[in-house]
């Protein structure tokens, strides 16, 4: 069965300590892993797509890295409004344009 | 990326009753999907809004429980029917552009309390 699991469940960090968090996935024919900051009482906001092996994208304080079994998303130097709940998602052959999520990770940084 | 709005961003209604919630997009879009997050939980999605046809749902949901409309590229209703408490949830509507990106964006969402 495609599924893809978060870890940690939650993280807590001072400002300027860096960390990783974790997307792993067992799925058939990845057809692209997302990932997405959620904040409390909003949606879900983009922040990359990620398609094949190797590859790599940044913004800011964040990368994205993708392998064949999994996904991380690098924090660098944290600062407190990096605090939120991170989704990783993705979308697989055969699903069409389904998005599959992961529970995410709760990310609270602290001054 | 898309401007998405919806409607309405809160409601707490009765057990019996049915919510229709809007989503409405600020471009002309390819697909529009509903996804519900359960608390604590993450996103699980309900169904693809087809335009021109009957929505595309996902195994658990049902199309008595979960009307779906989309007139046009830039509009989708939501109703759900016969509430129960269990139907509390955050619901949210989400779209793809099209082109070259497959990117999905989402909507504020809607936070749903059945008493």
């Known amino acids: 069965e495609d599924q893809v699991t978060q870890s940690p469940e939650a993280l807590r960090l001072q400002e300027g300590e860096s960390s990783s968090l974790n997307c792993s996935y067992t799925v058939s024919g990845l057809r692209g892993l997302f990932w997405y900051r959620q904040d409390p009482g909003k949606g879900p906001e983009f922040l990359f797509t990620?398609?094949?092996a190797g590859e790599e994208k940044e913004k800011e304080r964040l990368k994205a890295t993708l392998t064949k079994k999994e996904s991380f998303l690098h924090i660098t130097a944290p600062k407190p409004e990096d605090s939120a709940t991170y989704l990783c998602a993705f979308r697989f052959s055969g699903g069409y344009n389904k998005l599959i999520f992961g529970a995410g990770t709760r990310l609270a940084v602290h001054p | 990326s898309a401007v998405i709005s919806q409607k309405p961003s809160r409601d707490i209604c009765q057990r019996g009753t049915s919510l229709t919630i809007q989503c409405q997009v600020d471009s002309q879009v390819t697909m529009m999907f509903w996804y519900r997050q359960q608390p604590g939980q993450s996103l699980t999605l309900i169904a693809t809004a087809n335009q021109g046809s009957e929505a595309t749902y996902e195994s658990g949901f049902v199309i008595d429980k979960f009307p779906i409309s989309r007139p046009n590229l830039t509009f989708s209703t939501l109703t759900v029917s016969n509430m129960s408490p269990e139907d509390s949830s955050i619901y949210l509507c989400?779209?793809?552009?099209?082109?070259?990106?497959?990117?999905?964006?989402f909507g504020p969402g809607t936070r749903l309390t059945v008493l």
């Open positions: 989400s779209v793809e552009i099209g082109g070259v990106t497959d990117t999905q964006y």
């Open positions: 990620l398609y094949s």
